[in-house]
């Protein structure tokens, strides 16, 4: 089913060079006045440089609402309070945690306004999905076999439910070949994530992966919330900041710690588990953010309501400060253009600075709306009444 498979989004973010590093921090150099946050908060000094010049400069102060809602948050849930932020993120090329892709589609950096909301604490685990399913019988994408009118080229023993999985290589590989590690493999689901013969049985608490972004609406419907949008979801990510790199500030390991469940070693055929966990991790194991939120980089993808395009940002920079932005009213994604693409924050536990640095917080994912993988969830938000 390589349709399929090539609609999941894969970011291609492989180290710099540390030349590229030098050559950019010499042109950046004369920018280095006033910028002795950025190294105190544990940037080196080429990372400083290179932060201005992906676009570090052009973040103001968040502008936070004081309006409070006079009750308590729904459970499983804290107060968002929204207000006016720059949105977007900084080019990571060359830094000690970036990539070699300029990730145009974050930028520019604009300002937004949202309102207050509340949103869950973590991702939907798979106690929540449960429940939902044993209330509605709902059944995910995943489980129902594709038609021959969505895949109309597919031979027919290729039309079986499953979904994409991670299969890592047993070798190093390079990195311009996704399909070396990952598979659609017959029988994966929510309840099966590695296949048929895998079970949830004693993961009540991790996140519920393979779920697409129908799925996703179905769950949050059924429990009277909804998807953040995106401009929602980074504002909750930042938790008040402004300009930072990761949501708990511009160092990447604080005190040589692990702030998010991500890839370390080589990918991608062996993670690590350097900061505790190989694959996938269960909610709560992980610092919260200033608003209380848990694991809002790394451990999975999560999904937003919005459409995907590429340069949405663009078009809302036209305007000085947009108002509770909604996305686009149609998807476009020009690496593929026919794919109707959602888009995804916050990364995953295959995130890695060898290929993907997508756990920064003003950065983007995308994926095609119908389809799921294991490295793929979603929290919900639910209107202040």
Not at 213 to 218: F, L, T
């Amino acid at each position: 089913m390589a349709l399929l498979i090539a609609s999941v989004y894969l970011s291609s973010c492989q180290k710099a060079k540390s030349s590229q590093s030098s050559q950019l921090f010499a042109n950046a150099n004369s920018k280095l006045d006033g910028m002795s946050t950025c190294t105190s908060n544990g940037l080196f000094p080429t990372d400083s440089a290179l932060y201005m010049e992906g676009g570090g400069k052009d973040f103001y102060e968040s502008k936070i609402n004081t309006a409070k809602p006079t009750g308590a948050a729904p459970a499983g849930m804290v107060f968002i309070p929204g207000g006016e932020f720059s949105m977007g993120g900084v080019n990571p090329v060359g830094m000690g945690d970036g990539g070699d892709q300029a990730m145009d589609d974050a930028r520019p950096v604009h300002r937004v306004k949202v309102k207050g909301f509340y949103m869950d604490v973590t991702e939907v685990t798979n106690a929540e999905f449960a429940a939902f399913v044993k209330a509605t019988h709902y059944i995910t994408i995943a489980e129902r076999k594709p038609t021959k009118e969505e895949f109309p080229e597919a031979a027919e023993e290729n039309l079986v439910a499953g979904s994409v999985v991670f299969t890592p290589p047993d070798k190093k590989v390079a990195l311009n070949n996704h399909l070396q590690w990952w598979s659609y493999m017959k029988g994966a689901d929510w309840r099966h994530p590695f296949g048929p013969e895998s079970s949830i049985t004693g993961k009540d608490d991790f996140p519920v992966v393979h779920i697409a972004w129908e799925d996703a609406q179905a769950y949050a419907k059924w429990a009277g919330k909804r998807l953040p949008t995106e401009a929602e979801w980074e504002f909750a990510a930042r938790g008040g900041d402004y300009g930072k790199l990761y949501f708990w500030g511009n160092q990447f390991k604080p005190d040589d710690k692990w702030m998010a469940n991500i890839f370390q070693g080589e990918f991608p055929f062996k993670d690590a588990g350097k900061d505790g966990y190989i694959g996938i991790a269960p909610v709560k194991k992980f610092p919260v953010n200033k608003y209380g939120l848990y694991d809002i980089a790394g451990n999975v993808w999560e999904w937003c309501q919005d459409w995907y395009r590429a340069d949405y940002y663009g078009t809302l920079a036209k305007t000085e400060v947009s108002n509770n932005p909604q996305g686009p009213d149609a998807p476009y994604d020009p690496t593929e253009p026919t794919e109707k693409k959602k888009v995804q924050r916050g990364g995953s536990f295959l995130c890695t600075d060898q290929y993907c640095t997508r756990y920064m917080v003003g950065t983007r994912g995308k994926g095609e709306y119908r389809s799921a993988s294991n490295h793929v969830g979603f929290r919900c938000v639910k209107d202040i009444n």
